[in-house]
Nanobody
Framework: VQLQASGGGLVQAGGSLRLSCSASGRIFSANAMGWFRQSPGKDRELVAA????????YYGDSAKGRFTISRGNAENTVSLQMNSLEPEDTAVYYC????????????????????WGQGTLVTVSS
């Protein structure tokens, strides 16, 4: 699976950005796609995740009420709409695909993800 993320950049606090992730390859075996972020010295954390059928979504505490994950118009794409951005949202955002070999998996756990994109930097200035 190959993932291509786009949409990062510099924005002022209170502004919005939209990230997009396009997946190709063995995507038919994916159970979920998600966005995670990582800042220097911190662990990779959940921003938002979506099961492949689009039924179940999951959000990290910092994203609830401000960010929305959705399936894109193009096949095998997922988007993340980020509103009311804060300086604390500054991080590298990674798109991931979860392909589980069992029926038990947790889209909130980055360790469950098998494929990652290259990351896109989001910088929020105060």
């Amino acid at each position: 699976v190959q993932l291509q993320a786009s949409g990062g950049g510099l924005v002022q606090a209170g502004g919005s950005l939209r990230l997009s992730c396009s997946a190709s390859g063995r995507i038919f075996s994916a159970n979920a796609m998600g966005w995670f972020r990582q800042s220097p010295g911190k662990d990779r954390e959940l921003v938002a995740a979506l099961t492949r059928n689009g039924v179940n979504s999951y959000y990290g505490d910092s994203a609830k009420g401000r960010f929305t994950i959705s399936r894109g118009n193009a096949e095998n794409t997922v988007s993340l709409q980020m509103n009311s951005l804060e300086p604390e949202d500054t991080a590298v955002y990674y798109c991931g695909v979860l392909r589980s070999r069992t029926v038990y998996y947790d889209p909130r756990d980055p360790r469950e993800y098998t494929d990652w994109g290259q990351g896109t930097l989001v910088t929020v200035s105060s």
